[in-house]
């Protein structure tokens, strides 16, 4: 049924309109897009200048951070693509769907693409985040398949709750101490909103030659190595041996230079690291095990466990870029 108004054709259709306690039956409703009023919130977790961090809320939100994951990972850096990767330009894997995901967007810079409502801001950063209550639900954390994380799980038992981190990237021309700084609030934000305990994940070193690397794994694995408590090894199959130089051969200011910024990130604001790396051949990376408790973050960094923009500014030089 059409019906005529000023001129305009108005489609109609039944339907429900939700009300905040209960539905409204309507027989038809107008066919239109969805008042801006009636839109979820964005979770917003910081902003400096144009660029902010938030929670993805949406389908087209995970597609974009996915977007720029595939061109830092695939046309950038050395990771090779499947079929499907290669015809949608998407980084996507059965865990997406599972995990929040972060955005770091620039509001300076808006898309391009001809639409008759707010074109949106360009995503530039991203970060996937995965709680254990979901992955206890689901196939377990995406390192399980490098690491055996089950050892530590059943140590801690209930007593730590989880959050693993990964998927992190940022676009070549907004690597720098502001995106760092706006995607560590954005996760420390998240992570106290849901009482977590412990941050986990894999973090990499470019290629697949770990001896390329052999001062700066040398180095985590004699200064940097997991207490017992949070000892994480690499399954069997996998290990590569980190212990590749004597630590009285090792300048560690020099080790300290060579580390990758997120891991050097890591490693100043308390991280610990597992025994040994890990090859990762369809990403072109040598992977290494993080462990990050909050109590950690508390000795080394913080006096005491402050509101997310405090934690952002004594952070902001932890994670600077150099």
């Given at each position: 049924?059409?019906?005529?108004?000023?001129?305009?054709?108005?489609?109609?259709?039944?339907?429900?309109?939700?009300?905040?306690?209960?539905?409204?039956?309507?027989?038809?409703?107008l066919r239109r897009p969805p008042?801006?009023?009636?839109?979820?919130?964005?979770?917003?977790?910081?902003?400096?200048?144009?660029?902010?961090?938030?929670?993805?809320?949406?389908?087209?939100?995970?597609?974009?951070?996915?977007?720029?994951?595939?061109?830092?990972?695939?046309?950038?850096?050395?990771?090779?693509?499947?079929?499907?990767?290669?015809?949608?330009?998407?980084?996507?894997?059965?865990?997406?769907?599972?995990?929040?995901?972060?955005?770091?967007?620039?509001?300076?810079?808006?898309?391009?693409?001809?639409?008759?409502?707010?074109?949106?801001?360009?995503?530039?950063?991203?970060?996937?985040?995965?709680?254990?209550?979901?992955?206890?639900?689901?196939?377990?954390?995406?390192?399980?398949?490098?690491?055996?994380?089950?050892?530590?799980?059943?140590?801690?038992?209930?007593?730590?709750?989880?959050?693993?981190?990964?998927?992190?990237?940022?676009?070549?021309?907004?690597?720098?101490?502001?995106?760092?700084?706006?995607?560590?609030?954005?996760?420390?934000?998240?992570?106290?909103?849901?009482?977590?305990?412990?941050?986990?994940?894999?973090?990499?070193?470019?290629?697949?030659?770990?001896?390329?690397?052999?001062?700066?794994?040398?180095?985590?694995?004699?200064?940097?190595?997991?207490?017992?408590?949070?000892?994480v090894a690499a399954h069997d199959?996998?290990?590569?041996?980190?212990?590749?130089?004597?630590?009285?051969?090792?300048?560690?200011?020099?080790?300290?230079?060579?580390?990758?910024?997120?891991?050097?990130?890591?490693?100043?604001?308390?991280?610990?690291?597992?025994?040994?790396?890990?090859?990762?051949?369809?990403?072109?990376?040598?992977?290494?095990?993080?462990?990050?408790?909050?109590?950690?973050?508390?000795?080394?960094?913080?006096?005491?466990?402050?509101?997310?923009?405090?934690f952002s500014s004594q952070a902001?030089?932890?994670?600077?870029?150099?």
């Amino acid at each position: 049924m059409n019906v005529k108004r000023r001129g305009l054709v108005a489609k109609l259709r039944p339907a429900v309109l939700p009300g905040p306690d209960r539905a409204l039956p309507l027989r038809y409703r107008l066919r239109r897009p969805p008042l801006t009023g009636f839109r979820r919130p964005p979770r917003v977790y910081g902003r400096i200048g144009d660029l902010e961090v938030r929670l993805a809320r949406s389908k087209s939100d995970i597609k974009r951070a996915q977007k720029l994951r595939y061109r830092v990972f695939y046309e950038e850096l050395a990771a090779i693509p499947d079929a499907l990767a290669q015809m949608s330009r998407r980084d996507e894997d059965s865990y997406d769907p599972l995990c929040d995901h972060l955005l770091v967007v620039d509001h300076g810079h808006v898309s391009k693409a001809r639409r008759p409502w707010p074109r949106k801001p360009r995503v530039v950063g991203t970060y996937r985040v995965l709680r254990q209550e979901v992955a206890d639900l689901n196939d377990g954390f995406y390192s399980q398949g490098e690491y055996n994380i089950a050892s530590l799980l059943e140590r801690r038992g209930r007593s730590c709750r989880f959050l693993e981190l990964g998927r992190s990237c940022v676009l070549a021309p907004y690597r720098n101490r502001r995106s760092l700084e706006l995607l560590w609030q954005g996760v420390w934000t998240y992570a106290r909103e849901h009482g977590t305990d412990v941050m986990i994940g894999c973090a990499s070193f470019e290629g697949t030659d770990p001896y390329q690397h052999a001062t700066a794994l040398s180095f985590l694995h004699h200064h940097a190595r997991a207490p017992e408590k949070w000892r994480v090894a690499a399954h069997d199959d996998r290990f590569v041996d980190m212990n590749m130089i004597p630590a009285s051969q090792i300048d560690p200011r020099a080790a300290i230079r060579s580390l990758p910024p997120l891991i050097k990130g890591y490693l100043r604001v308390g991280a610990y690291f597992g025994d040994g790396a890990v090859i990762d051949h369809q990403f072109g990376t040598t992977d290494v095990f993080v462990i990050l408790p909050v109590e950690a973050i508390g000795e080394r960094y913080l006096a005491h466990f402050g509101a997310a923009d405090e934690f952002s500014s004594q952070a902001s030089e932890a994670l600077r870029v150099n």
